[in-house]
């Protein structure tokens, strides 16, 4: 009996398949027959392509077709949309910057994608892709997000001035400047956003059937939304609307990139369409690095405000935001999210921010895990350890003197949003408790006559989840015996399946295992996406909609088998009850009898929630080598509410180590002369490894969420936004009381930290 | 130009005639449909492509399938009991919440039994320096580590 | 990859046959760098000849002042040999914190000197332990094999058998791991032979390479204070973006003293 299961930690229903290897991801699917793609890539940062020989390909032993930006041009093609319309701050739209499938006349990053082999092996198509002769004039390439937009840089498009895509001011300036003139005391911060690879441990794949006889394709590929890809493929690229279904099957991870389009999809339904042929891609790892939309690339000027008394007065911030070569879906937005989030969980008169995206000659930025949220509250939180420092207040009561207070929800913060609820001085009271924060100097003099130096450091974090577009949508169907729930989420990892069948189970008083779930078909599930934290409020608080239409649709029907007016019936247990007698009728009894019951929702409810927490965090540092090691760990978070306890947990730790990589290991560094990644591999790029993170101890302070009716308020990203402040603040704990220094930037290396002591 | 290799898998002999350049995990995923190995970098980082060969856990992804001709090969597939119940090892990563994607978890539980195997009973400290070989994105490894020692335990428990 | 021929030989005779009707053949002996450049087309060799199957390759022996280890014997056998920690106990512990776990299961001793890549671990033990390199044609003394990136002495057609270390009185291996390919960064090998001792830094520069002045120093007394102000000058080291020259020269006298330390203990 596993009934009113929210709450409980329910072992993942997912799992006794993925751990015996029984997954199907999109590699794992394989018909006969399929070709195999190769996708030949750029070399160059940039460089103009005056002509492409693919004579000696085509005729290579397998070869079945080689095609070109010269082909998609004579299909006539759409380019990839970036959806985000934004208007510079003097009213002109931001510049664009279409983006063909494969390259046409010029390449604008390392990877762009040049020609298409097909052929009857993945060797054969490899092989011939050698073969194919490209007349490449290299051009000067900019790969830094500031120079970029310094006079004299390289245009990564001519026609976008400066590599300025996008100019504009968040927020009221003049409230903004106004707090800053009668300020006590003003704090500044010059800081870096380490620009990320998100590196699911699944690479993209894309693979492509074809039918002859319906004239439509099926793409078979790793993503969050199949929905989204079937509307901008389908729709925009290559203009064949429905004769695309998008299907994900199991997905290896996605963390915000797979939500985005990327050329190779259209591109493998395109060729499988030319060929009337099943083709299948399956990116390496190589070429993950060089195209996958890559996260975060911020150079940031930020100023504190405060009165005599220590009270923030307004934040105010210049970012320059990399968007690499081509604007990628929703990337414009991103950046936007750190003015929204500068204002975190204190109260301030005014928050401003004067946003400058720029265009580099590197891979395209987008959505990493977080997506805005920790750039925005890394620029406050940083900016606050400096001012309790300058002004000698403790940090804790520096930020205690400033939260917002219970009292005050719902509450309009300096940059627009409503918070519905929180209580951020009890939290962090209990994270403080749980750190043993007084027990510090203690800890610090054990570690000192190890000779090793110990810091301490503080975060509170919010951030915005829920929220409005894509909507939140749950088709539900009843009949005779199952439940079939069809969200428009795509599960990445989280266990949606588990958490779905547990919210069903109890909005219908139906045993979880009579329950299906069934997702990742455009032609079967709503419209939907996941990110942005959203599942648990969206598709959560959707599956209940959902689930009460269906009651009410099944009344009628009950109404008749039971012989007695639908007002004295009532719903509960999975049977429809006539009040004051024992005569029922089980929901199954009445869908079979209405030949199946249907409900969807499908809705914006733009209700926003706001996670929020605290990470506080002990560093232990290798004066001699720079080597920092994560000695303890602490985090509370309110989330509003658990759905499932143990795998709330797991969103937390994962999330977090991500944030433990951007902080101490992670980079994607371009060469700034010729725009090479040079870190395009697991050789080079820094993942975290089990024995560089440590355990956490993790504990709630929850406040239920106002705002949907299951008080939930998400979770998937809270980690990544919590672990980057926490860290450095640790770190300059050290670096402040040994050399006086203010910042260190992300990535804190050891080789970092070890200049920092020894300079 | 091909050759054939031969060699047992989960206690069936296999045999095929395979490209030279055929690396041991493309003979099991492309050659056998085996999938449960997977392939998550090309520079034999990430360990998503660990099997045992011979009862030593390798990486499929860094051997040619001739290497392994006439060698022993368990998947995470042989992994299970024949009636189907799961080996101690992953079912406590299921008991742990050990996993999310899943795309690591095959070469995790495959490192992981390899592991215990080669130390009986792992300290934290031990499991997260001897599981540098394989990288996981969405667990942030406090519940693999958690897995581990269970599964040490209960391995030990029933041998 | 790119194709290739492949042997599988069943005696270094064979395999020395093969060598001799290719000359763009490559001894396979595990593969675990060989491959994996391959894999990368950065390596297009006309066919591989591998050595797995040559039981002879495959041995450890202790014996009076020596250890020698049989060219295809892997990592993982090296690390967990009762033989070897009794008698070598560096050498264990270096052959254990090579690669990972899986690469320490596949890749061998002689695959590792023959590439000589620069930030391998086995170089430093080799030069470190004064050994000798045992070819199916000659002794080389490891001062004499190792030639600089991926360059050694052997001629073509010349395989690897054996290498013999010296065994010291005390030795210790110190390795400073790039977070990334976990290859050593800086890794440095100290041993004390009595009346003498070596020295042997990998991964600083562009092949492993001893410092005489802190032998020297260590030779009058095998103490970390000995090591502590020698400084080892940056000009000639390894500046990449995961360490700057100087940096890797403060850690090579960090780790001097370090793995001193642990010599002692």
């Known amino acids: 009996m596993t009934k009113f299961a929210i709450g409980q930690t329910v072992h993942r229903l997912e799992d006794p398949t993925l751990l015996q290897g029984k997954g199907c991801y999109t590699d794992d699917l394989r018909p006969q027959g399929a070709a195999h793609a190769f996708v030949l890539r750029s070399p160059h940062a940039h460089a103009l392509i005056r002509g492409i020989d693919t004579t000696a390909a085509r005729q290579a032993p397998g070869v079945i077709a080689v095609l070109t930006g010269q082909d998609v041009k004579a299909d006539d093609l759409g380019t990839m949309p970036c959806i985000v319309p934004v208007k510079n701050h003097d009213g002109t739209p931001r510049g664009e910057t279409p983006r063909p499938v494969l390259a046409l006349d010029r390449a604008r990053h390392v990877g762009d994608p040049v020609a298409l082999v097909v052929a009857e092996t993945y060797h054969a198509a490899r092989d011939a892709a050698e073969l194919i002769e490209v007349d490449y004039e290299p051009l000067p390439a900019v790969a830094d997000v500031y120079g970029a937009a310094q006079p004299g840089a390289p245009l990564v498009w001519p026609e976008i001035k400066q590599n300025i895509v996008a100019d504009l001011h968040l927020g009221s300036k003049e409230a903004a400047d106004a707090a800053f003139a009668r300020a006590a005391h003003i704090s500044k911060i010059e800081l870096v956003q380490n620009r990320l690879v998100a590196n699911p441990m699944e690479p993209r794949a894309a693979f492509a059937e074809?039918?002859?006889?319906?004239?439509?394709?099926?793409?078979?590929?790793?993503?969050?939304?199949?929905?989204?890809?079937?509307?901008?493929?389908?729709?925009?690229?290559?203009?064949?609307?429905?004769?695309?279904?998008?299907?994900?099957?199991?997905?290896?991870?996605?963390?915000?990139?797979?939500?985005?389009?990327?050329?190779?999809?259209?591109?493998?339904?395109?060729?499988?369409?030319?060929?009337?042929?099943?083709?299948?891609?399956?990116?390496?790892?190589?070429?993950?690095?060089?195209?996958?939309?890559?996260?975060?690339?911020?150079?940031?000027?930020?100023?504190?405000?405060?009165?005599?008394?220590?009270?923030?007065?307004?934040?105010?911030?210049?970012?320059?935001?990399?968007?690499?070569?081509?604007?990628?879906?929703?990337?414009?937005?991103?950046?936007?999210?750190?003015?929204?989030?500068?204002?975190?969980?204190?109260?301030?008169?005014?928050?401003?921010?004067?946003?400058?995206?720029?265009?580099?000659?590197?891979?395209?930025?987008?959505?990493?895990?977080?997506?805005?949220?920790?750039?925005?509250?890394?620029?406050?939180?940083?900016?606050?350890?400096?001012?309790?420092?300058?002004?000698?207040?403790?940090?804790?009561?520096?930020?205690?003197?400033?939260?917002?207070?219970?009292?005050?929800?719902?509450?309009?913060?300096?940059?627009g949003l409503v918070y519905d609820s929180g209580d951020f001085e009890g939290l962090q009271a209990k994270a403080l408790k749980e750190a043993d924060w007084a027990g510090f100097p203690a800890r610090k003099a054990a570690s000192e006559a190890r000779g090793k130096l110990r810091g301490i450091g503080l975060t509170m974090y919010?951030?915005?989840?829920?929220?409005?577009?894509?909507?939140?949508?749950?088709?539900?169907?009843?009949?005779?015996?199952?439940?079939?729930?069809?969200?428009?989420?795509?599960?990445?990892?989280?266990?949606?399946?588990?958490?779905?069948?547990?919210?069903?189970?109890?909005?219908?008083?139906?045993?979880?295992?009579k329950i299906d779930v069934s997702q990742g078909d455009s032609d079967a599930n709503p419209f939907g996406l996941t990110g942005g934290s959203r599942f648990a409020v969206v598709t959560g608080t959707a599956a209940g909609i959902a689930a009460k239409e269906v009651v009410d649709k099944g009344m009628e029907q009950a109404a008749k088998m039971l012989e007695a007016a639908a007002a004295d019936i009532e719903y509960g247990d999975g049977d429809y009850k006539v009040k004051g007698t024992d005569r029922k009728a089980t929901l199954f009894d009445v869908a079979g009898a209405a030949g199946g019951i249907e409900a969807l929702h499908i809705k914006n409810t733009g209700a926003l929630t706001f996670p929020n927490g605290c990470h506080i965090v002990e560093v232990e540092i290798d004066p001699q080598t720079g080597v920092t090691?994560?000695?303890?760990?602490?985090?509370?978070?309110?989330?509003?509410?658990?759905?499932?306890?143990?795998?709330?947990?797991?969103?937390?730790?994962?999330g977090t180590v991500q944030g433990i990589g951007q902080a101490l290991l992670e980079h994607a560094v371009y060469d700034n002369e010729s725009a090479q990644l040079l870190t395009g591999s697991f050789m080079d790029y820094a993942m975290p490894r089990a024995d560089d993170v440590p355990s956490f101890n993790t504990t709630f302070h929850h406040t239920p969420c106002t705002t949907n009716p299951l008080g939930v308020k998400g979770a998937g990203e809270a980690g990544s936004v919590g672990a980057p402040p926490a860290i450095i603040n640790a770190i300059v704990d050290v670096l402040h009381a040994k050399k006086g220094i203010k910042h260190i930037d992300m990535p804190a290396t050891r080789e970092k930290v070890w200049r920092a002591l020894n300079g | 130009m091909s050759v054939k290799v031969s060699m047992n898998v989960n206690g069936k002999a296999v045999s095929a005639e395979v490209p030279e350049r055929t690396l041991l995990v493309s003979f099991l995923r492309e050659t056998l449909n085996m999938t449960g190995t997977h392939v998550g970098c090309d520079t034999a980082q990430c360990g998503a492509c660990t099997i045992h060969l011979n009862g030593r856990a390798i990486k499929s992804c860094n051997i040619l399938a001739m290497q392994a001709e006439g060698g022993n090969v368990t998947t995470i597939e042989g992994l299970a009991n024949a009636d189907g119940t799961l080996h101690p090892m992953q079912e406590a990563f299921r008991q742990n919440h050990g996993l999310q994607c899943g795309f690591c978890t095959p070469g995790m539980v495959m490192s992981a039994v390899d592991l215990v195997k080669n130390t009986p009973k792992p300290t934290e400290e031990q499991i997260r320096e001897l599981m540098d070989g394989n990288i996981c994105r969405c667990t942030g490894y406090h519940n693999i580590v958690k897995a581990i020692a269970a599964g040490a335990t209960s391995m030990a428990a029933n041998p | 990859?790119?194709?290739?021929?492949?042997?599988?030989?069943?005696?270094?005779?064979?395999?020395?046959?093969?060598?001799?009707?290719?000359?763009?053949?490559?001894?396979?002996?595990?593969?675990?760098?060989?491959?994996?450049?391959?894999?990368?087309?950065?390596?297009?060799?006309?066919?591989?000849?591998?050595?797995?199957?040559?039981?002879?390759?495959?041995?450890?022996?202790?014996?009076?002042?020596?250890?020698?280890?049989?060219?295809?014997?892997?990592?993982?056998?090296?690390?967990?040999?009762?033989?070897?920690?009794?008698?070598?106990?560096?050498?264990?512990?270096?052959?254990?914190?090579?690669?990972?776990?899986?690469?320490?299961?596949?890749?061998?001793?002689?695959?590792?000197?023959?590439?000589?890549?620069?930030?391998?671990?086995?170089?430093?033990?080799?030069?470190?332990?004064?050994?000798?390199?045992?070819?199916?044609?000659?002794?080389?003394?490891?001062?004499?094999?190792?030639?600089?990136?991926?360059?050694?002495?052997?001629?073509?057609?010349?395989?690897?058998?054996?290498?013999?270390?010296?065994?010291?009185?005390?030795?210790?291996?110190?390795?400073?791991?790039?977070?990334?390919?976990?290859?050593?960064?800086?890794?440095?090998?100290?041993?004390?032979?009595?009346?003498?001792?070596?020295?042997?830094?990998?991964?600083?520069?562009?092949?492993?390479?001893?410092?005489?002045?802190?032998?020297?120093?260590?030779?009058?007394?095998?103490?970390?204070?000995?090591?502590?102000?020698?400084?080892?000058p940056a000009e000639g080291l390894n500046s990449d973006l995961h360490a700057q020259a100087d940096y890797r020269a403060h850690l090579i006298t960090v780790l001097a003293q370090r793995a001193v330390a642990a010599a002692l203990t």
């Open chain 1, 462 to 513: 919010v951030e915005r989840c829920g929220g409005a577009a894509p909507p939140d949508s749950v088709a539900l169907k009843v009949n005779k015996d199952r439940v079939l729930v069809l969200p428009g989420t795509v599960d990445n990892g989280q266990g949606h399946m588990t958490v779905l069948k547990q919210l069903v189970s109890e909005y219908l008083g139906i045993d979880m295992e």
């Open chain 1, 629 to 654: 090691r994560l000695e303890r760990y602490t985090i509370v978070d309110d989330f509003g509410r658990a759905l499932n306890p143990m795998l709330l947990l797991g969103q937390v730790h994962g």
């Open chain 1, 210 to 415: 074809y039918d002859p006889a319906t004239d439509r394709s099926t793409l078979h590929t790793s993503s969050q939304s199949v929905a989204l890809l079937r509307a901008h493929i389908g729709d925009i690229v290559l203009k064949i609307g429905d004769k695309l279904r998008v299907r994900s099957g199991n997905v290896g991870g996605a963390f915000g990139m797979k939500a985005m389009m990327h050329p190779e999809q259209p591109m493998i339904v395109w060729a499988s369409r030319r060929l009337k042929r099943a083709v299948r891609w399956t990116g390496d790892r190589s070429e993950g690095f060089l195209t996958d939309v890559q996260g975060r690339d911020h150079k940031v000027f930020a100023e504190l405000a405060l009165d005599k008394d220590g009270k923030f007065l307004a934040v105010r911030a210049t970012v320059y935001a990399g968007m690499g070569a081509y604007l990628s879906q929703f990337a414009p937005m991103i950046p936007q999210s750190v003015h929204s989030m500068m204002p975190s969980v204190y109260a301030f008169e005014a928050a401003h921010l004067h946003l400058i995206e720029t265009v580099t000659n590197t891979v395209p930025v987008d959505a990493y895990r977080g997506a805005g949220r920790p750039e925005g509250i890394y620029v406050t939180e940083r900016l606050i350890d400096i001012a309790a420092r300058e002004l000698k207040i403790a940090p804790d009561e520096l930020r205690r003197r400033n939260f917002i207070k219970p009292s005050q929800f719902p509450y309009t913060t300096a940059a």
């Open chain 3, 1 to 232: 990859m790119y194709q290739f021929k492949f042997q599988k030989a069943k005696s270094v005779a064979e395999a020395f046959a093969g060598l001799g009707k290719d000359g763009d053949a490559k001894l396979l002996a595990g593969g675990q760098s060989l491959i994996a450049a391959m894999k990368l087309r950065l390596s297009q060799p006309s066919a591989l000849i591998d050595l797995g199957d040559i039981a002879e390759l495959r041995h450890i022996k202790v014996e009076t002042g020596t250890v020698t280890i049989g060219a295809m014997t892997t990592h993982a056998t090296v690390a967990a040999s009762a033989e070897v920690k009794k008698a070598l106990p560096a050498l264990a512990m270096l052959a254990g914190s090579i690669g990972d776990r899986q690469v320490r299961n596949q890749g061998t001793i002689g695959g590792s000197i023959a590439n000589n890549d620069p930030a391998a671990d086995y170089p430093a033990a080799c030069l470190g332990l004064g050994a000798t390199i045992s070819t199916n044609k000659r002794k080389i003394s490891a001062d004499a094999f190792f030639k600089g990136m991926y360059e050694t002495a052997l001629d073509a057609g010349e395989i690897i058998i054996s290498v013999s270390f010296a065994i010291p009185k005390r030795a210790a291996y110190v390795k400073f791991k790039n977070p990334a390919s976990r290859f050593a960064i800086v890794g440095v090998l100290v041993a004390d032979f009595g009346s003498s001792a070596r020295v042997a830094v990998t991964g600083a520069g562009p092949g492993v390479f001893r410092i005489a002045e802190m032998e020297k120093a260590l030779a009058a007394k095998f103490a970390p204070e000995s090591v502590a102000n020698i400084k080892v």
